[in-house]
């Protein structure tokens, strides 16, 4: 199979429709543009994408990265989209022999914000694997997205390939959307997927406050578990508690 | 330091408490024992300030102060501490966070300076040593994994840092076997059992109270108290049971 068929330089609409969530608020949006990675084979190459509050965020904010990752290579992003009235981290990743990838991603936010991640993982080639686990946190009328494709082609046995998605939902009003989509053409593969949505735990917000931990201080300690599975791929403390601090500062700014 | 007087609550619009008094002084252990479903943990809830706990008459004052006016962290930072019958698993937190976090909110509700990390673990690692918990179980998430006898040997660890100057412990004793209880038992001697402290002590047994000998023992029935006796009470309670104990 080429490689041309298994992205599409021109995709039908029908093709696309998987990927977008909000088509209406990428009206004026230059959707060509990629930045395009070459993982050498038996490399590593590690990406953190920040889409946080600044002077220069514009409302729409699209990063697109499409990646190949080659034989025996490992590619690691970790990204939050914490900024912008719609924020989209997009990467496409194509996976070389042997290759691993790890994504763990972050999506906060509130008011009618949408925020989101768009992953397509080709598995182009026996014995690769990937594994992405996203989070979104969202309140007042916040969106938060996790629309991941998985292709395994036929060749492409050994596939080892996760995707774990959790939300919560700190205010009634407030979504998420999970759409998982596995194309799956070799048969001696795995691939595993989860979704699950739920609200704070508020049995253990009162045992917390029975120690003295005031309502504010609970909801961010639960927060931070719970954005902290996102990470825990992640072997770099100072990019951990960077990517921690901005979903913290965003919901204790907006909360 | 503990004046309950006239308290009735009620869950979901049923009663469970019906007009219960009850006074605990400084430097005193109250035991309160009761039959299934005489309102104990609703007590214990109620004075804790738990959601969904209704007071619908009477007053609770501690150190003088209107107990039931006052939020949940803010009855703890005032110095009372609930222990719970079925300690709760808090999933990606650590105990070591949420303790350090607890203690500091406490002092800070008081205008007490934080404790550094150093002092906070050096504190952490005295009260785990007392109860006898391994100081690795207090790096692990807060209660997640633990056995029913971690459990509650981990809540007086919590008591022990926290340090309150008042103590409801709810059925602490259940799941606990022998040896455990013992040094649980010796755990609240040495962590309330001084002038100035008190404690209300809920069982059902009373192997806790050979251990934590109560001044004074209380019979808990359709959400009041029905009688109060010497620490001996327990023991009728064992021999006869409470229909014979409460009928005589």
Redesign the interface.
């Known amino acids: 199979m080429s490689e041309a068929s298994l992205i599409p330089t021109r995709p039908t609409r029908r093709d696309e429709a998987w990927r977008y969530s909000a088509v209406e608020r990428l009206a004026g949006v230059d959707l060509d543009v990629w930045r395009d990675v070459d993982i050498a084979p038996g490399e590593t190459w590690r990406e953190c994408i920040v889409i946080e509050d600044g002077a220069d965020t514009a409302s729409t904010e699209l990063r697109r990265l499409r990646i190949a990752v080659g034989a025996g290579a490992r590619c690691e992003i970790f990204a939050i989209a914490a900024s912008a009235e719609f924020a989209r981290i997009e990467i496409e990743v194509r996976m070389g022999r042997g290759a691993h990838f790890e994504m763990g991603g972050i999506t906060v936010g509130g008011r009618d914000t949408v925020r989101e991640f768009v992953t397509r993982v080709v598995h182009a080639e026996p014995e690769a694997t990937s594994n992405q686990t996203v989070r979104s946190v969202h309140w007042g009328k916040g969106t938060g997205n996790f629309l991941g494709s998985i292709d395994v082609v036929r060749d492409a046995q050994k596939t080892d390939a996760a995707q774990d998605f959790k939300g919560l939902l700190l205010d009634r009003g407030a979504s998420v959307n999970a759409v998982p989509q596995l194309e799956i053409f070799a048969d001696d593969v795995k691939c595993a997927h989860g979704a699950t949505v739920g609200q704070l735990?508020?049995?253990?917000r009162?045992?917390?406050?029975?120690?003295?931990?005031?309502?504010e201080?609970s909801r961010r300690?639960?927060v931070?578990?719970?954005i902290?599975?996102a990470l825990v791929g992640l072997d770099n403390d100072d990019t951990r508690e960077r990517l921690m601090r901005v979903a913290l500062d965003k919901l204790d700014k907006h909360l | 330091m503990l004046q309950i007087e006239n308290l009735s609550a009620e869950i979901g619009g049923t009663k469970i408490l019906d007009g219960l008094s009850l006074s605990v002084g400084a430097g005193e252990v109250h035991a309160i024992m009761g039959p299934n479903g005489a309102g104990k943990s609703t007590l214990a809830y109620v004075l804790?300030?738990?959601?969904g706990y209704e007071v619908t008459g009477g007053s609770v004052r501690f150190d003088g102060k209107d107990l039931l006016e006052m939020?949940?962290?803010e009855?703890?930072?005032a110095g009372l501490?609930?222990g719970?019958q079925y300690?709760?698993?808090?999933?990606?937190?650590s105990n070591v966070?949420?303790?350090r976090?607890?203690?500091n909110?406490?002092r800070k509700?008081r205008g007490e300076e934080p404790l550094s990390g150093g002092e906070f673990l050096k504190l952490a690692k005295e009260k785990a040593a007392l109860l006898k918990l391994d100081m690795d179980m207090l790096k692990r998430h807060v209660n997640v994994g633990f056995s029913g006898g971690e459990k509650k040997r981990a809540e007086m660890v919590?008591m022990g840092i926290?340090d309150p100057a008042f103590a409801v412990l709810d059925e602490t004793d259940s799941g606990l076997d022998i040896d455990s209880l013992r040094v649980v038992g010796d755990g609240i001697n040495a962590i309330m059992r001084k002038p100035g402290k008190g404690v209300l002590l809920i069982t059902h047994y009373q192997r806790l109270l050979q251990v934590v000998q109560p001044d004074y023992v209380h019979i808990l029935s359709q959400g009041r108290i029905v009688k109060t006796g010497s620490a001996d009470l327990a023991n009728q309670l064992e021999a006869d049971g409470y229909d014979k104990v409460m009928a005589a």
């Open positions: 735990d508020e049995t253990a009162y045992y917390m406050a029975a120690r003295g931990i005031p309502p201080l300690l639960l931070q578990a719970f902290g599975d | 804790g300030g738990r959601p939020e949940p962290h009855r703890a930072a501490f609930l719970f300690p709760v698993e808090i999933p990606g937190v966070q949420f303790l976090e607890a203690l909110a406490q509700h919590q926290l």
